[in-house]
C-alpha cells in the first residue's frame, strides 16, 4: 500500500502541478526538473535522521552505517527529515523565482498539488501497517486484513490516516474558498500551518519509539512535536509579515 499509494500520490502531484501551471502561464519544467533533486535529498535526509535517533550515531564513518542509512529496508523515514528537507527544498526553489508575483504563483501550485495528493495518499497509508496507531475498540477502529499483519496484535487501532485524508480535504476547500473570496493568491501558508497542526495531533494517536519525551498530563510529546511547533511558528511570523508587507 505504501509502495502503490506513494505512486499513485505522485501522479496525482505532478498532474495537479501540470495542470495548474499551464493555467497560470508557468513553466512546469521548472519543478519537473528539480524533482530528482528532493526525492532523493528527502529519502537520505529522512533516513539519516531515523538512524541517528535510533543509535544515537550523529556522524556515521563506518561502511556499515552508511549502508544502514541508506538501505529502504523496513521503510525507516522520520517526519523530522521530511520537514527538514521540505524547508530545505522549498528556499532552494523559491530563491531560484526572481519575481514576487511568480513566487505567489508557485506557492499556490506546490501545495494545492500537495494538498490533493494527500487526500488519496491518506486512503492507501490507512490500509499500510507498518506506522501503526493507538488501539481502540471504537466504531471507527481498522483491523488487520490478512494474517501477516502487524494489526494483529490489535483488536483495532485507530484510522488516523483517514482522518489525515478529511481533514485535508475540508481545509482545501476552506483554503481555496478564501482566496476566491479575497482575491489573495498566498494563503497557502496558512493551510500549511493546520496541515502541521492536524499531524501533531495525529502523532498523540501513533504507536512509535519516542524521542527526548515531555508528558503533560496524559500525552507524550517528542521530537515531532518539537519540530513541527518551531516549522507552525516560523510560517506564522511569516504569515503575520506577508499580511503587513504585501509581498512575499
Known amino acids: 500500500m505504501m509502495a502503490i499509494g506513494s505512486i499513485i500520490a505522485s501522479i496525482i502531484f505532478l498532474v495537479t502541478a501540470w495542470i495548474l501551471t499551464k493555467r497560470n502561464h508557468q513553466d512546469f519544467l521548472k519543478l519537473f526538473y528539480r524533482l530528482p533533486f528532493w526525492v ?8 539519516y535522521i ?5 543509535t544515537w550515531v550523529y556522524f556515521p564513518t563506518s561502511v556499515s552505517n552508511i549502508l544502514k ?8 523515514l522520520h517526519f523530522v527529515g521530511l520537514l527538514i528537507v521540505s524547508w530545505i527544498c522549498l528556499w532552494i526553489f523559491f530563491s531560484s523565482i526572481k519575481r ?3 513566487k505567489k504563483i508557485w506557492a499556490d501550485i506546490l501545495f494545492v498539488s500537495f494538498a490533493n495528493s494527500m487526500i488519496i495518499f491518506g486512503i492507501f497509508l490507512t490500509l499500510w501497517d507498518t ?5 481502540t475498540d471504537s466504531i471507527f477502529a481498522i483491523r488487520a486484513l490478512t494474517d501477516n499483519s502487524a494489526l494483529t496484535k490489535f ?21 481555496s474558498l478564501s482566496s476566491i473570496i479575497s482575491k489573495k493568491n498566498w494563503l497557502w501558508m496558512r493551510w500549511l500551518i493546520w496541515i502541521l497542526i492536524i499531524f501533531n495531533i495525529m502523532f498523540l494517536f501513533q504507536s512509535y519509539p519516542r524521542h527526548w519525551i515531555i508528558s503533560i498530563f496524559d500525552a507524550s510529546f517528542d521530537i515531532k512535536q518539537y519540530v513541527s511547533l518551531l516549522a507552525i511558528i ?3 511570523i511569516t504569515t503575520i509579515k506577508w499580511e503587513k508587507k504585501r509581498f512575499y
Open 131 to 135: 506506522v501503526i496507531w493507538k488501539p
Open 69 to 76: 542509512i541508506l538501505s529502504p529496508q523496513n521503510f525507516n
Open 155 to 175: 483488536d483495532g487501532v485507530y484510522p488516523i490516516w483517514l482522518f489525515l485524508s478529511f481533514w485535508t480535504l475540508a481545509i482545501h476547500i476552506i483554503i
Open 234 to 236: 516560523y510560517c506564522i
Open 50 to 54: 531515523s538512524f541517528s535517533l535510533e
Open 100 to 102: 514576487t508575483e511568480n
Open 40 to 47: 532523493i535529498l528527502s529519502y537520505i535526509l529522512w533516513r
